[in-house]
T-cell receptor
């Protein structure tokens, strides 16, 4: 079974802090994705990566950056957290570009 | 710009009923369509993936159909059970792998 793990289930940070959300997959998948999920707005793609050290902007990249130094790990970085980044963050991976995406359990981030 | 709509937003049925969830999309140039299940506060679980060249996929009590030309997909759940209660999301993929999600249908199956 594919396993996608996220570093924290719940996280509380203060405005202006630098925040790292980590995602690890164990199936040697090429592609990894970061989404955020908000009531009324659904899931929206923040960034994705097709390969190590490669990244592509999704639909809402502003205020975020990512890092993929190793194939199995994809990190989402909030350089200076703001209250409007309070959300559920979901990581996913897939073998190929349009294959089934497997999701992690999510990180519920609260920025105070 | 691709938009995905799911109707109804919420559905409540008695146990044992067969039911259909609907998904529509505005741009028929999709690579595939995926159906997911999400339990409250959890991540998404993949249920079915239909390639653009396929008409339907089945897994157990679930059957998903795709009519690309009309921009529609349905998820059919046979003999519903209380354990089927969850939010069901459909998403369409272009050839880049980016998924565009609908808002979901929240299903409650009453014992």
């Amino acid at each position: 079974d594919v396993k996608v793990t996220q570093s924290s289930r719940y996280l509380v940070k203060r405005t202006g802090e630098k925040v790292f959300l980590e995602c690890v997959q164990d199936m040697d998948h090429e592609n990894m994705f970061w989404y955020r999920q908000d009531p009324g707005l659904g899931l929206r793609l923040i960034y994705f990566s097709y390969d190590v050290k490669m990244k592509e902007k999704g639909d809402i990249p502003e205020g975020y950056s990512v890092s993929r130094e190793k194939k199995e790990r994809f990190s989402l970085i909030l350089e200076s957290a703001s209250t409007n980044q309070t959300s559920m963050y979901l990581c996913a991976s897939s073998l190929g570009g349009s294959d089934t995406q497997y999701f992690g359990p999510g990180t519920r981030l609260t920025v105070l | 710009k691709q938009e995905v709509t799911q109707i109804p937003a919420a559905l409540s049925v008695p146990e044992g009923e067969n039911l259909v969830l609907n998904c529509s999309f505005t741009d028929s140039a999709i690579y595939n369509l995926q159906w997911f299940r999400q339990d409250p506060g959890k991540g998404l679980t993949s249920l079915l993936l239909i390639q653009s060249s396929q008409r339907e996929q089945t897994s157990g009590r679930l059957n998903a159909s795709l009519d690309k030309s009309s921009g529609r997909s349905t998820l059919y759940i046979a003999a519903s059970q209380p354990g089927d209660s969850a939010t069901y999301l459909c998403a369409v993929a272009g050839n880049t792998g980016k998924l565009i999600f609908g808002q979901g249908t929240t299903l409650q199956v009453k014992p």
